[in-house]
Every structure is written in C-alpha cells, then in structure tokens.
C-alpha cells in the first residue's frame, strides 16, 4: 500500500501563503506545513472559468482522504448485510473495490 499523507487535506484560503491561492492542497497541519498537492501553480492567474475549474478540482483533491476513509468504512459495514445478489449489487462493490486499490496504488 501506498504512504500517503493522511487527512484531513485541505484548500489553501489564507491570504498569507500565495495569497490564497485554491490551487494548494495542504496536509493535516495546515498552510505553511507542506503542501501535499499543487493542481496549478499560480492559479490565481488563469481566467475565471478555468480558475474555478482547477479550485473545484483541488477541492476534490483536498476531500481524497476521507472519501477513501468513508468508502472502505461503508464497503465493510455492508457487506454483512448485502442481500442483493443481482448484477448491479456486485458490480457496485467491484467497483468500490477497484476504487479503494487504486487510491491505495494497489492494483486493482
């Protein structure tokens, strides 16, 4: 499994590290203790538009930890109880498989 920061990640809004630009992701100790993903640098110079498609982006990025924490959680709770045996439910727990062993650089 891959070692990846743990969360929570989030978006840099302070004005004091690169006058908030939302293209910083920080780790769990916040602006100023390292970065753990730069999406566009110096995206506070990109046009409207695509400026707030790289923040929605980071902001997505900033969410990863969680998402992956919630996604096992939920595949582990559920499992138990799935009674559904037809394609669809299996299908959808192949691919909360497949998500998780990507997101953890395991293949899938």
């Given at each position: 499994m891959n070692q990846?920061?743990?969360?929570?990640?989030?978006?840099?809004?302070d004005p004091n590290y690169d006058l908030?630009?939302?293209t910083i992701v920080w780790g769990p100790q916040g602006p100023g203790h390292g970065a753990v993903a730069y999406t566009f640098p110096g995206?506070?110079?990109l046009p409207d538009g695509q400026r707030q498609k790289v923040a929605a982006n980071t902001t997505l990025i900033a969410a990863a930890p969680e998402l992956l924490e919630a996604l096992?959680?939920?595949l582990e709770v559920s499992l138990p109880f799935h009674?559904?045996?037809?394609e669809v439910g299996w299908t959808a727990i192949k691919e909360a498989r497949k998500a998780i062993a990507k997101a953890q650089g395991e293949a899938p």
């Open positions: 990846y920061t743990p969360g929570p990640w989030s978006v840099n809004t908030g630009d939302p995206g506070l110079l096992k959680n939920l009674r559904r045996t037809d």
